[in-house]
């Protein structure tokens, strides 16, 4: 919900981004809670719409997660999908209940598989070390109920996204080869300790096709029919997430409908052709549901003109709160939120403000003439910004701002130069003084 006001400001969630960043600082992250919430009702209506079974939808938070955000992912009825402990935490101390959290990850630690054991979440098995891990911790506590697990298969689908957030290729270190079914599921049927609940697969994230989605929902009934000849009382099918989002004007993916649509469709169609009764169908977008939710704002700094090349326009911040574009050249929108309506007169690089010359947050971005005190607005940063985010050269994280019908309120405090020396410590030999 981005609008202008009569000052020509950028407004979000009714509030004036300039005044935003007059109250909280720069650079700030914006997160409109309307545009978050409509994201999770439209993935929940659309399931219900289209998918006879049951459904449940489940945040993908390592695109962004914090206390306010599983919350509010929470109170829409989404469950949420965890790829550590700290993410686990994290939405235990939001008040998510645990058989509503799902524990993903290739290398779970002991400690991981403990705290997800003991608080009773499902854990998605992605391997030999995590099955061995989880009997061994079962072992230990003889009297405890099964542990809920999904086990992770790679579907050795190919889809067009970046090499880096491909998943479903076979030559991927997620999850088990599907040639090793029958090994898993007789391993799983022989402990009594471990229940098996369900499939899981993710092919990949930002993902415009929407076919790759349908071959897996068929792929996965077949392992469905599998599990079903060991006996095993599968019931769950989660297909992942993936779905792309639009970053710039040459984006132009599916709606969140028409992607749950084909899945459902998919789903129903090989349930049909295996006379299979429909099984609960889990997915777990994350860029879709937070990306659009969220800008990030700058203050421009300097500015440097290489004649006959380029301008270069420095922001407060860069590649520490937004890494994408460095990582995997991401294509981002750039919008001057003091002067909206100006024409856009000169074409420039949005230069972030590391010691590192590919930090360059957009390459080409159209602006009008602006000075050294606006304020830039990046668009659509809400997924694996600040969930990527780092202290290079030791920049404190920006703060968030969670906005609503002119409301705002801190979600996350800006870091202190102090909190960058928190877990620093100096030998004592190191801190005296020098003579
Ligand atoms: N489920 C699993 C098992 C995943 O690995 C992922 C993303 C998702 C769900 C959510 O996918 P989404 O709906 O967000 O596409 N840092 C990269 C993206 C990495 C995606 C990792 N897995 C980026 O900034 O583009």
Redesign the pocket.
Known sequence: TAQVNHQDHLEIGGCDVVKLVQQYGSPLYILDETTLRTACQQYREAFERYYPGDSQVLY?S??WNCLAVCAIADQEGLGI?VVSGGELYTALQAGVSPEKLYL?GNNKSREELTLAVTCGCRIVVDNWLDLQTLVAIAAERPSAPPIPILIRLTPGIECHTHEY?R?GHLDSKFGFDPNQLDEVFTLISQQSCLSCLGLHA?IG??IFELQPHADLASVMVQWLVKANSYGLPVTEVNI????GICYTEADDPPSIDAWVKVICDAMVTACQIQQLPLPKLLS?????VIGPACVTAYTQGSRKTIPGLRTYLSVDGGMSDNP?PIT?QSLYRVVVANRMSAPLTQTVAIAGKHCESGDILIKEAKVPETETGDILVVMATG??NYS?ASNYNRLPRPAAVLVQAGDSHLILQRETYADLIRQDSLPERLSQSRT
């Open positions: 993908a390592k695109a999908d993903h957030i998943t993710h994230s930002q992942g997430g993936g779905l777990e977008p994350g860029r879709s994408r995997y997924a694996y990527m």
